[in-house]
């Protein structure tokens, strides 16, 4: 089975909202940071948002910050992103990523990222 599975991607109308799942086997939840980067076609990885283990600390990207909430549920083994207010430009093949710190960095630059899964597309288009 594998560790990470992203679910709950699909095609929106700019202004819409998903609510993307990841869960989690073989690992408990509430030991690990949870981070979500993205892709969008032809473009480098984009780091979005990551949850602390203990405090649930956040971080967000500048380009999603006020749009996009990242939570978790660690009796379920489950994160989940919220997608508000969605833009053409946030088309892109999500990905949730396990992590060992949820700092500006982890978003920022991507550091800290240790597994992540085969990815859900969002694709945001008229």
């Known amino acids: 089975q594998l560790p990470v599975v992203e679910s709950g991607g699909g095609f929106v109308q700019p202004g819409g909202s998903l609510r993307l799942s990841c869960a989690v086997s073989?690992?408990?939840?509430?030991?690990?940071?949870i981070a979500w980067f993205r892709q969008a076609p032809g473009k480098e990885r984009e780091g979005v948002s990551c949850?602390?283990?203990?405090?649930?600390?956040?971080d967000y990207a500048d380009s999603v910050k006020g749009r996009f909430t990242i939570s978790r549920d660690n009796a379920k083994n489950t994160a989940y992103l919220t997608m508000n207010t969605l833009k053409p430009d946030d088309t892109a093949v999500y990905y949730c990523?396990?992590?060992?710190?949820?700092?500006?960095?982890?978003?920022?630059?991507?550091?800290?990222?240790?597994?992540w899964g085969q990815g859900t597309l969002v694709t945001v288009s008229s």
């Open positions: 073989g690992y408990t939840l509430a030991n690990w940071v």
């Open positions: 990523a396990m992590a060992h710190f949820c700092t500006p960095a982890t978003v920022r630059n991507l550091q800290y990222l240790v597994r």
């Open positions: 949850i602390s283990a203990v405090e649930n600390r956040t």
